[in-house]
T-cell receptor, first 109, second 109 residues
Framework: QKEVEQDPGPLSVPEGAIVSLNCTYSNSAFQYFMWYRQYSRKGPELLMY????GNKEDGRFTAQVDKSSKYISLFIRDSQPSDSATYLCAMYDFNKFYFGSGTKLNVKP | KAGVTQTPRYLIKTRGQQVTLSCSPISGHRSVSWYQQTPGQGLQFLFE???????NKGNFPGRFSGRQFSNSRSEMNVSTLELGDSALYLC????????FGPGTRLTVL
């Protein structure tokens, strides 16, 4: 079993839709959770960073961590074509990072 | 603050050759990690350096090596290149989160 599981998609939504991206994980010791956005042929860009459980909001983006279910989510409100990218979740424990395989999102105008 | 920089951005080599990639972390960051990203395997961790010492290592053959200098800049070397080494090589700096550079796209012919 992989440490972090993420549905690869692709996920296609119309402009303005609410997007939900999810990851599950197996290691209950993870405390730090991140979401990255990666445009084609670019490096991943840090979008959201949360510590432990709870919600964090930044503009149109909300990151949610449910440690009891070992499940994290990223919500994008009012999605735009410029949000079309691959989204990777990541977790950190004892100097090591664990990345999901990424979900490819396409927002259609 | 300047971000993570990587040079060169693109590289074409032939099988059997060796290659050296360079990374400059964000100023003040002492940890530098290297990742290989391919469409089939996603983001795979190569190794991490902290204060010139390799702190973590992924499951890559010994042909992949790295080092870090006293100014935190890091280099990654791949010897005896194989076709399967064609990938985007990403450098990241940071301890409890990762800030990625733009990557070096290596093509092995």
């Amino acid at each position: 079993q992989k440490e972090v599981e993420q549905d690869p998609g692709p996920l296609s939504v119309p402009e303005g839709a609410i997007v939900s991206l999810n990851c599950t994980y197996s290691n209950s010791a993870f405390q730090y959770f991140m979401w990255y956005r990666q445009y084609s042929r670019k490096g991943p860009e840090l979008l959201m960073y949360t510590y432990s459980s709870g919600n964090k909001e930044d503009g149109r983006f909300t990151a949610q961590v449910d440690k009891s279910s070992k499940y994290i989510s990223l919500f994008i409100r009012d999605s735009q074509p410029s949000d079309s990218a691959t989204y990777l979740c990541a977790m950190y424990d004892f100097n090591k990072f664990y990345f999901g395989s990424g979900t490819k999102l396409n927002v259609k105008p | 603050k300047a971000g993570v920089t990587q040079t060169p951005r693109y590289l074409i080599k032939t099988r059997g050759q060796q290659v050296t990639l360079s990374c400059s972390p964000i100023s003040g960051h002492r940890s530098v990690s290297w990742y290989q990203q391919t469409p089939g395997q996603g983001l795979q961790f190569l190794f991490e350096y902290f204060s010139e010492t390799q702190r973590n290592k992924g499951n890559f053959p010994g042909r992949f090596s790295g080092r870090q200098f006293s100014n935190s800049r890091s280099e990654m070397n791949v010897s005896t290149l194989e076709l399967g080494d064609s990938a985007l090589y990403l450098c990241a700096s940071g301890t409890d989160t990762q800030y990625f550079g733009p990557g070096t796209r290596l093509t092995v012919l």
